[in-house]
């Protein structure tokens, strides 16, 4: 399955995102086997530094750097797709300022409900960064009534545990981007937070010895 293949973005208006660069994971993918989805906040600017790009995309290389960071030994997309990993972003088109708007990010979380449904053995999400909490929280809202993440900063709530419908889910920080190489002190709070989602694999049994503990 190809996620892309199962992604419907409806004509919604929406002013600050480049709708031209729409990208959606399109990597072969065994939805039964993902356990972890990564929701990050939109698609860069230049499609080959997309997660799923070919040779040394940008995301990928921030993203692989947080999960060594977390004692996590990969070196591809491939290797952390078989761990049970899924990346995705909260919102699909590329953006055309430094923010987001609220209404852009609740128009794209109908998308990303939908893509989250194509996964029926999640154990945890990662939401990295404030885009990724507010469309899940959107999506929580209209699923179960509530936001499933409170409001406050994110550094203050996220030693608590949040869980959607019976998954744990992480509050985080973005690891893509300029900013991850430069801001040490959340880039050790992703480390944590990865490493925690594993530790729930390897207790369910799901996985076994992911952790570099040397």
């Not at 993203?63 to 899924?86: H, K, M, P, R």
Request: aromatic share 10%; proline share 5%.
């Amino acid at each position: 399955m190809k996620p892309a293949e199962n992604i419907e973005c409806k004509d919604f208006t929406c002013s600050d995102i480049n709708k031209s660069g729409c990208l959606a994971p399109a990597v072969e993918i065994d939805p039964g086997k993902v356990k972890v989805i990564m929701i990050s906040e939109a698609p860069p600017e230049n499609s080959h530094d997309y997660f799923y790009a070919s040779g040394e995309p940008f995301f990928l290389k921030t993203t692989l750097q947080a999960f060594n960071d977390a004692g996590i030994s990969v070196s591809s997309i491939q290797e952390i797709l078989d761990l049970g990993f899924y990346l995705t972003t909260a919102v699909k088109c590329p953006k055309t300022q430094y923010g987001i708007s609220a209404a852009t990010i609740k128009n794209c979380s109908f998308v990303l409900e939908n893509e989250l449904s194509l996964f029926p053995n999640i154990e945890v999400y990662l939401l990295m960064g404030d885009v990724a909490i507010k469309a899940f929280n959107y999506i929580s809202k209209r699923r179960n009534g509530k936001n499933t993440i409170p409001a406050g900063s994110t550094y203050k709530i996220r030693k608590d545990q949040f869980y959607y419908e019976g998954k744990r889910v992480f509050p985080s920080y973005l690891q893509t981007g300029q900013n991850y190489l430069i801001e040490k002190s959340k880039r050790v709070m992703i480390a944590e937070d990865l490493a925690e989602a594993v530790k729930i694999l390897e207790s369910s049994g799901t996985s076994k010895n992911l952790l570099n503990r040397e």
